[in-house]
C-alpha cells in the first residue's frame, strides 16, 4: 500500500512559478511509476506528467509545452512537478498518482494510487 499526500499549491499570478511536491509511504515507492494529473469542477481528470520509476523515461502532456518539469528522488520518496511561466488555464486540482507500470500511459485507470489533491490557482 502507498500513500501519496501533494503539497505546494497555491494562488499564483500569471508567468509565475509553483514547484509541487507528492511525498509517497510505503518502500516499494521507488519500482512505481509516477505521474501527476489535473481536474478543473466539471471536467475529466487530465493527465500532465509521467516518470519511470528510474527517471529514465519521462512523458509530458501536450500543454505542458516544455513549462513543467516532473522529477524523482527515490532516496526522499518524493515526486515533483516544477510549473514555470503558468497560465489562468492552468488552474485546477492537481494529483499525485503512483502505478505499479514502469512509465504509464497518460490514463487515469492505469494508476493504482492516489493522493488527495493540491488547489493551483493562477490570477490573469
Known amino acids: 500500500q502507498v500513500q501519496l499526500v501533494e503539497s505546494g499549491g497555491g494562488l499564483v499570478q500569471a508567468g509565475g512559478s509553483l514547484r509541487l511536491s507528492c511525498a509517497a509511504s510505503g518502500r516499494t515507492f521507488s519500482s512505481y511509476g509516477m505521474g501527476w494529473f489535473r481536474q478543473v469542477p466539471g471536467k475529466e481528470r487530465e493527465f500532465v506528467a509521467a516518470?519511470?520509476?528510474?527517471?529514465?523515461?519521462?512523458t509530458y502532456a501536450a500543454f505542458v509545452k516544455g513549462r513543467f518539469t516532473i522529477s524523482r528522488d527515490n532516496a526522499a520518496n518524493t515526486v515533483y512537478l516544477q510549473m514555470n511561466s503558468l497560465e489562468p488555464e492552468d488552474t485546477a486540482v492537481y494529483y499525485c498518482a503512483g502505478s505499479k507500470l514502469n512509465l504509464p500511459e497518460p490514463n487515469p485507470n492505469l494508476f493504482d494510487y492516489w493522493g488527495q489533491g493540491t488547489q493551483v490557482t493562477v490570477s490573469s
Open positions: 516518470i519511470s520509476w528510474n527517471a529514465r523515461s519521462i
